[in-house]
């Protein structure tokens, strides 16, 4: 269905199957390490500097790529199906 300002609710002419977005394990494991850095990253990485900043920039560098994902699965339109994890 559609929203019309000026009106009820209409039927599109042509209905897209919803749009997924699976967070799965496999995105997980895409991060560095397993998982979202954290302050635990300190004691993890001690005085590696830059093993931290390698660390954390490529987790920023994963969920822009998500985000970039995500936008373009609003930009189809209507359609955008959540699911609990």
């Not at 209905?15 to 990253?41: H, M, Q, S």
């Not at 990485?45 to 969920?63: I, K, N």
């Amino acid at each position: 269905m559609h929203t019309n300002r000026e009106g009820p609710p209409r039927e599109t002419a042509t209905r897209r199957a919803p749009a997924k977005i699976n967070l799965t394990l496999e995105v997980v494991a895409r991060l560095p390490n397993g998982k979202l850095p954290d302050r635990g990253d300190f004691k993890h990485y001690g005085h590696d500097l830059g093993g931290r900043v390698a660390a954390w920039s490529r987790a920023v560098a994963e969920s822009e790529r998500l985000a970039e994902e995500l936008e373009m699965l609003i930009a189809r339109g209507p359609g955008l199906a959540a699911e609990p994890l």
